[in-house]
C-alpha cells in the first residue's frame, strides 16, 4: 500500500510543476494549496531535497522548486524515493537478504511479474502528465 508520505509528495511535486518556472514557492503556500499539515509536508520535503527532486532557498523569497523539467520526473521515481517499500513480497524489497529458498521458490517469478507490472504503470506517468 502506497502511504500518505507517499501520495502526499506526489501531490507536492504535482503542485510544484504547476507553478510558474524557476520561482521558490514558500511551504506555507504548497501547505495550504493542498490541505496537508505544514508539519508533515517539512518531512516530506527534506526526503525530497535528500533525493535531489526538489532544490530549497532559506531566507526572503524562498521555498521550494522542482529541480528538473516537469516531464523528467516519473511517478515511479517520486514513489520510490519517498516509499520505504514497493516491492510486493519482502524477497524483493530493497536490500532484501537473499532468500534461502530463492532456487526452489515456486512463487518468485509471479511476485518479480507483479512487481515490474507496478514500476512500468508508475514509469509512464510524468508529472506533466498529471497537470
Given at each position: 500500500m502506497i502511504s500518505t508520505k507517499g501520495r502526499y509528495a506526489l501531490r507536492v511535486m504535482i503542485d510544484l510543476a504547476g507553478q510558474k518556472e524557476d520561482t521558490f514557492v514558500p511551504l506555507h503556500d504548497i501547505?495550504?494549496?493542498q490541505g496537508i499539515s505544514e508539519k508533515?509536508?517539512?518531512i516530506i520535503i527534506k526526503t525530497l531535497v535528500r533525493n535531489k527532486?526538489?532544490?530549497?532557498?532559506?531566507?526572503k523569497g524562498g521555498g521550494y522548486m522542482l529541480s528538473r523539467k516537469p516531464e523528467e520526473y516519473?511517478?515511479?521515481?517520486?514513489?520510490?524515493c519517498t516509499e520505504e517499500n514497493l516491492a510486493p513480497v519482502a524477497c524483493l524489497a530493497k536490500n532484501a537478504e537473499l532468500c534461502p529458498r530463492k532456487?526452489?521458490?515456486?512463487?518468485?517469478?509471479l511476485w518479480e511479474g507483479y512487481d515490474n507490472l507496478t514500476r512500468e504503470y508508475f514509469e509512464q506517468f510524468t508529472?506533466?502528465?498529471m497537470l
Open positions: 501547505a495550504l494549496r508533515y509536508l517539512e527532486m526538489v532544490k530549497g532557498h532559506r531566507g516519473t511517478v515511479w521515481e517520486i514513489l520510490d532456487d526452489e521458490c515456486k512463487t518468485i517469478g508529472l506533466k502528465d
